[in-house]
């Protein structure tokens, strides 16, 4: 009995089956097996500040791909999940919420409370995470998920910590550094984004000392920083300043002397007044001047949280912004001020907060990146010669130059953070005497200090946390730093804290260094180099061989997508509308290697289910700002656009967000399961055997031949991280060759043994009855079995949905030779077909003829002749061609739907026929009796000045410049659009009008 498929293929019921199917026989759990190579990948994992989105989506997808292909191959594939407990970003999350349910700051709660109600929020997050990658396909080894706090991760820290300290890699130290003052935390360079924004530009005046009526002009976009000034700069060359070089102003506001220095790095003389006001604690450049000029000094004018301290003097207490208004208005009362001017100013803020970052002098600790002072290479040479000496390799290439320039710049790391959420920095202080501290820890070696000469203290560091109560310790006085550690300290470590270390583990021994990374850009220099760097320390081997970096997803507008903004999408979303595979196909469809994908994203109106394209306000990065409520055109009801909401709006439901896109995956998983339900339906009679190309007719080697080298282009493009083209070959080789030709081909062989002639050999001919009918169910399955396991990697669940009805229909199959099918395609082995099965010559007859029947198939469309209607037509071409096209006759016939057909040299074109001129052949389609010539030429006529009417509208919009200039680019681009498409439509009636009137 023939096994039969539903008509329709539903994702949703083959997820649910093969999700809990493949884990229950433990497809993707990997032990270590010396015996086997190994290929391993460590996800790059998401932070449990909220759900996964397209991002992850992409990012996972494309992974998951490697590893099923990998193991497919035959590697012991393992890939280890895990979440990340993103300090800043999840504590931050949590106060807000806390804030805007409660009116309660982490002071009011306490460290310990904060940091209880952080890991309930890790919990319900990080289960959501899991479960959106399962849903995902993703084929990672659940058992072995880890959490960058847990206890492996912790102790690998805490080690790392340790030995960095006690090799002087770490140190503390007070420097600038990106502060938050919303958050109360410094935050790295790579943490901070910058926006132009519009604000003041003031000029005010400093009076000279022992100089009356002498001034010194400069401008400030801060006015509250001149609390801070200590010193105003000029350029030694400058001859308006050469003068005053060496005397002293005051600032007025605090009574304050400061010099006048001279610094050309500083001052420029041919921007405004040439003159610049120095606040070293607050601005980089003027950081970088003090350090130049140290005699000048150094205040810091803020609390942590932002408020004047007391070396604001009168403005203390007051916030920097109402510090800044007062300011302006007591140099405008001196008569000081000269001015202010409205500018477009660039301006940094917190990633996290959104917030503006102030530029903050406070003791940190740091990661010492720079050589070390024995002339040996520092952590920062070392990552760097891994790239250079080839050890880790780049894909696309140009981003190891991304990855080398920033190490190049060897800058400390700052690694605190002023947070309570994170590991907690392993460093107690103490003012104890150095007797007391060899007495303490006499006989540990897990245990190391260091005197701290600006602060007069030492610095304890421990592997193990220390009592301060505990009696032999209580006389030092320890007192623990109250920061937490950077969370890319913890995450460089993830490559192999995973897998064990510092332990020597067989897990360690054997998947380490892991085989690929994939990531995004945005981490290279956070993430990767860290990796790298620490990798080197701690084991002596890099981290990974590869890197990967996937393009971005950015919405129709070019804005890359983000929850956050509003205009990312949840990929459950897409999984629930469309099915994984879906998903999946289009991931990897839009993972090119030139450039950024843009994926326009629309509203899905809850009420009607009407695809409401998104607006440029949804991606606004101010959430206040954003719409909260749309009125559908459709239905005239109103609903909630998608978005990162903290809650349901009582009011109106929220719509969720999709994209057409989505349509083509679903639509080729469609394709495949319907042709494979085809298949299955004519297996009658089905007897395994082998297959040798010299045997089949001229259809079946063709296709072999076209499998064989889908199979190779495939493997390749993998094996570049060409991902787009993997989809692009195998949606052409299955839907265009296999479905769209091959099938149609094989369909008159499986009725009544109907085929084209033999190329070659006399073996063809001695099959005996109904042999071509058996034969073509080995390739139509050998041919629909390895295309299962090629699309497998990209769509799991419809190519295991396919397998198992393969296995009830043709356990055994399989080319060259029938085989034993695998239990599941997860285990099956990849595809791989003898060199010699590829013939170029065959492709290129096949084409030819190809070519030929979409020429006889364009006239018929052209002229709406009936399908059921046969064609008579006449091909004139060279002798080796009409070789060819005769012994492809049955199909040609049976494909294009041809009735008589002459084919040869000295063919002549009949009266009344269309045309078709080829390279290697010209073809005439005779119309005589199916059309009325006349009337033909009447409509189209009709058609072609209704359709200039049409695009003389489009021209005359946009010849208008006011429709071009305030008309949204989104509606001027579909415009343009509609042009192109309308003169293409024009193009091909005047052929058909040309082609008639020749007739």
Not at 154 to 173: C, K
Not at 303 to 310: E, L, P, R, S
Not at 370 to 383: E, N, S, T, V, W
Not at 676 to 696: C, H, K, M, S, W
């Amino acid at each position: 009995m023939p096994v039969e498929l539903p008509k329709q293929y539903d994702p949703h019921e083959a997820q649910q089956r093969w999700l809990a199917w493949w884990e229950q026989r433990g497809y993707f759990h990997s032990e270590p097996d010396p015996a086997r190579p190994m290929y391993s990948i460590v996800i790059p994992p998401p932070n449990v500040t909220g759900a996964l989105h397209m991002g992850h989506a992409l990012n996972n997808t494309l992974q998951d791909v490697l590893i099923r292909w990998r193991r497919m191959q035959g590697f012991n594939a393992e890939w280890m999940p895990g979440t990340d407990h993103a300090g800043i970003a999840t504590q931050a999350v949590v106060e807000r919420l806390i804030y805007q349910q409660e009116k309660k700051t982490r002071h009011d709660l306490g460290r310990e409370e904060l940091v209880r109600r952080i890991w309930q929020w890790k919990d319900k997050y990080e289960a959501r995470i899991l479960g959106q990658l399962r849903e995902l396909g993703c084929s990672c080894d659940w058992p072995r998920t880890r959490f960058t706090l847990d206890e492996g991760c912790s102790r690998a820290v805490r080690v790392t910590f340790f030995n960095w300290f006690r090799d002087g890699y770490i140190f503390r130290g007070k420097r600038l550094v990106n502060w938050d003052a919303q958050l109360q935390t410094s935050v790295a360079d790579d943490e901070t984004y910058v926006e132009t924004v519009k604000g003041g530009f003031w000029t005010f005046k400093y009076p000279v000392k022992e100089l009356p009526g002498t001034f010194i002009r400069f401008s400030t976009t801060r006015p509250e920083t001149m609390l801070g000034d200590t010193a105003v700069c000029v350029h030694p060359d400058d001859p308006r300043y050469r003068h005053l070089i060496g005397k002293t102003v005051t600032i007025p506001l605090v009574g304050r002397d400061i010099p006048i220095i001279a610094d050309s790095q500083l001052a420029d003389p041919t921007l405004g007044t040439g003159c610049v006001k120095v606040t070293p604690a607050h601005d980089p450049n003027d950081y970088a001047c003090w350090q130049r000029h140290p005699h000048i000094g150094i205040i810091n004018i803020l609390h942590k949280d932002g408020t004047i301290n007391h070396h604001g003097g009168k403005y203390a207490g007051m916030d920097r912004y109402q510090a800044r208004e007062a300011v302006i208005r007591d140099m405008d009362a001196l008569g000081l001020f000269e001015g202010r001017e409205d500018r477009d100013i660039p301006l940094a803020f917190s990633d996290r907060s959104k917030t503006p970052i102030e530029p903050f002098l406070s003791d940190q600790w740091f990661v010492r990146m720079g050589d070390r002072d024995d002339g040996k290479p520092g952590l920062a040479q070392l990552a760097i010669d891994a790239v250079t000496s080839g050890r880790v390799k780049f894909f696309p290439p140009r981003y190891a130059q991304t990855y080398l320039d920033w190490l190049g710049e060897k800058r400390d790391w700052c690694i605190s953070r002023q947070l309570w959420w994170g590991h907690r920095i392993p460093i107690w202080y103490s003012r104890g005497s150095e007797a007391e501290l060899r007495a303490a820890f006499a006989g540990r070696d897990d245990v190391c200090w260091r005197w701290d000469d600006e602060n007069g203290q030492w610095l304890i560091c421990s592997l193990v946390d220390l009592d301060p109560q505990a009696p032999q310790l209580q006389p030092l006085g320890l007192m623990q730093d109250p920061d937490v550690l950077d969370t890319w300290f913890s995450s460089q470590l993830w490559p192999h804290s995973t897998f064990g270390w510092p332990d020597r583990t067989p897990e360690l021994a054997y998947y380490y260094p892991t085989s690929t990374l994939v990531t995004s850009r945005d981490i290279i220099t956070l993430w990767v180099a860290r990796m790298v760097l620490a990798g080197l320390y701690n084991t002596g081997d890099v981290p990974f061989r590869e890197v990967y970096i996937t393009p971005k997803l950015l919405d129709g507008f070019g804005v890359t997508m983000s929850k956050s903004r509003g205009n990312g999408v949840d990929p459950l979303d897409i999984i629930e509308r469309y099915g994984a595979d879906a998903l999946r196909f289009q991931m990897v469809s839009l993972a090119g290697e030139t450039q950024d994908s843009r994926l326009p994203i629309a509203n899905v109106c809850p009420h009607c289910d009407f695809f409401v394209p998104l607006k440029k306000e949804n991606t606004d990065p101010d959430e206040t700002r954003r719409p909260k409520r749309i009125t559908c055109p459709r239905c005239r009801k109103v609903f909630r656009p998608g978005g990162p909401w903290t809650s349901e709006d009582p009011t109106m439901p929220t719509a969720k967000q999709a994209s057409e896109s989505f349509e083509v995956g679903r639509n080729f998983a469609n394709k495949l399961w319907n042709a494979a339900r085809f298949i299955l339906l004519n297996l009658d009679g089905y007897t395994p055997g082998p297959v040798q190309p010299a045997e089949l007719p001229i259809e079946d080697r063709w296709i072999l031949s076209r499998l064989a080298t889908t199979i190779q282009t495939v493997t390749g493009q993998l094996e570049g991280y060409h991902f787009s083209d993997v989809a692009r070959t195998l949606y052409d080789f299955t839907w265009s060759e296999f479905c769209d030709w091959y099938i149609e081909m094989a369909k008159g062989r499986l009725r009544d043994g109907l085929a084209a002639e033999p190329s070659s050999g006399p073996t063809a001919n001695r099959e005996p009855p109904g042999s071509s009918r058996r034969l073509v169910q080995r390739v139509l399955v050998g041919v629909l079995d390895a295309i299962v396991r090629l699309v497998h990697p990209v769509m799991p669940f419809v190519a295991e949905s396919i397998w198992q009805a393969l296995n009830e229909a043709a356990l055994e199959r399989g080319l060259p030779q029938p085989e034993p099918a695998a239990e599941s395609v997860v285990v099956a082995r990849w595809p791989h077909l003898p060199d010699a099965w590829r013939e170029p010559g065959m492709e290129e007859r096949v084409a030819q003829m190809q070519e030929l029947v979409r020429a006889v198939r364009d006239v018929r469309s052209r002229y709406n002749i009936d399908s059921r209607l046969t064609l008579d037509v006449a091909v004139r071409c060279s002798e080796a061609v009409t070789t060819d096209f005769q012994s492809l006759a049955p199909l040609i016939r049976l494909l294009a739907g041809v009735g008589r057909l002459e084919i040869g040299p000295a063919t002549s074109k009949p009266p009344q026929a269309a045309s078709h001129v080829a390279a290697a052949f010209e073809a005439y389609v005779s119309l005589a009796g199916l059309i009325d010539v006349a009337a033909e030429v009447r409509r189209l006529e009709k058609q072609r000045a209704e359709k200039e009417k049409h695009l003389q509208a489009i021209r005359a919009k946009l010849d208008n410049p006011s429709f071009r200039d305030r008309a949204p680019a989104e509606v001027v681009q579909q415009q343009r659009q509609l042009l192109a498409e309308g003169l293409q439509q024009l193009q091909a009636i005047e052929k058909n009008l040309a082609e008639l009137q020749r007739t």
